[in-house]
């Protein structure tokens, strides 16, 4: 049987850290209205750039950096793109083949160069 790809190839724990980034860059966008309402003008525009910032880059080193090691297609924006909004995720923590190049978790020591 097969192992997930994206945890054979060390990735699972890049995407856990940037859906992290990403959570934490919403909720500072998410707040920051909600503190100028409140009249903290000064936190209100100090945290909307750094959280929409971090969550700009940890969302587009997402789509970026979670690849295939061997083809290099990016399998986020394959999941996102191929499967249905409530699917994508279990797509891509369960998958064992890439849909590009045919890698399996079982060849992964065969692959040169690998980018884990
Ligand atoms: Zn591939």
Redesign the pocket.
């Known amino acids: 049987m097969l192992v997930p790809l994206l945890q054979t190839t060390g990735q699972s724990s890049k995407l856990k850290t940037l859906a992290t980034a990403s959570a934490i860059g919403l909720a500072a966008v998410t707040i920051a209205p909600e503190l100028l309402a409140r009249g903290h003008e000064t936190a209100a525009v100090t945290i909307f750039p750094i959280g929409a910032a971090i969550l700009l880059v940890s969302v587009m080193s997402a789509l970026r950096l979670v690849r295939?090691p061997?083809?290099k297609?990016p399998w986020l924006q394959f999941a996102l793109a191929e499967n249905s909004v409530g699917g994508w995720l279990t797509w891509l923590t369960t998958f064992s083949v890439?849909p590009?190049?045919g890698?399996s978790s079982d060849q992964i020591d065969k692959v040169p160069d690998r980018d884990r």
Do not use: A, F, I, Y
């Open positions: 295939c061997r083809c297609s890439c590009d190049c890698l």
